[in-house]
Nanobody, 118 residues
Framework: QVQLVESGGGLVQAGGSLRLSCAASGTILSINAMGWFRQAPGKQRELVAAITSGGSTNYADSVKGRFTMSRDDAKNTVYLQMNSLKPEDTAVYFC????????????WGQGTQVTVSS
């Protein structure tokens, strides 16, 4: 089992920045990939960013150039640095983990709210 705990959400004005953290614990040695998802009210959950154990990243087109995902293996933590935030970034952000890029995400955090005011 893997446990994921997000933190760092909050209220910020448009143009501002936030950094989300996701701390992993449990049997994490086999985890190969982690991702950040978000879900806005009335919308489907969408992938925002993902990172592999090798450090390769990919981003949704809507956040490219503004968001950066990184990992600190010594702390078993991944981060999502969010800059130039827009009101449309408002959502609950979830951290997720999976054993391989070939299988679905299996473990999910509880989510952290990000609200961007205009």
């Amino acid at each position: 089992q893997v446990q994921l705990v997000e933190s760092g959400g909050g209220l910020v004005q448009a143009g501002g920045s936030l950094r989300l953290s996701c701390a992993a614990s449990g049997t994490i040695l086999s985890i190969n990939a982690m991702g950040w998802f978000r879900q806005a009210p009335g919308k489907q959950r969408e992938l925002v960013a993902a990172i592999t154990s090798g450090g390769s990243t990919n981003y949704a087109d809507s956040v490219k150039g503004r968001f950066t995902m990184s990992r600190d293996d010594a702390k078993n933590t991944v981060y999502l640095q969010m800059n130039s935030l827009k009101p449309e970034d408002t959502a609950v952000y979830f951290c997720a983990a999976r054993y391989s890029t070939w299988v679905p995400y299996k473990y999910w955090g509880q989510g952290t709210q990000v609200t961007v005011s205009s």
